[in-house]
């Protein structure tokens, strides 16, 4: 009874911060190997970079760039991984357009766009995007609901979020596993 009580205690926690935590930053949603792509405004600025804040708290430069001074160009200084990794600029050289291939897991998080003013020295982080993979509810209103099938819960885990919300996801499943063992 104290579990089914805690789980459901969980699950209600679970509802209520999911939204309020997607919601939080602009979110886009994606499949695995697909491409994706995220904009920033450069006007006025003279360098670019993204950064990937990971649910393990990596935080990682991606990709950077700094504009031509004479051309409307922007050149790639540095890129992590050049085989998916593409960052581009529109033709006036006002938008960054940053194209990640084939997205993996190790893809999602919080992506930072930083940029740095003519003239200036410092780096400001003027955008934050949250890339995710499709919903993952499903598949924990599965782990509840499929009886006896530990796998599903596994795939909650897989799937689970980033942040907070991953971290109350992981504890509702968990116990939810454990009531499912138990009754
Ligand atoms: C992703 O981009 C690459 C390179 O531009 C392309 O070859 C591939 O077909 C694209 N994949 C999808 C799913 O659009």
Redesign the pocket.
Known sequence: MEFYQLFFFLLLINMHTFPADASLYPTLTVIP???TTMRCNIMGKEEVAWYLLTSSDDFTLLISAEKARTRKILPVHYNKDEKRFILEPDSEVNTAIFTI??ITPDDLGLYFCGTKPEFKYQMNFIKVIRLQFKENKEELITCVENKGEASWCEVALMFGGVGAAALLLLLTTVVACTVIRRS
């Open positions: 190997n697909q491409n291939i084939n």
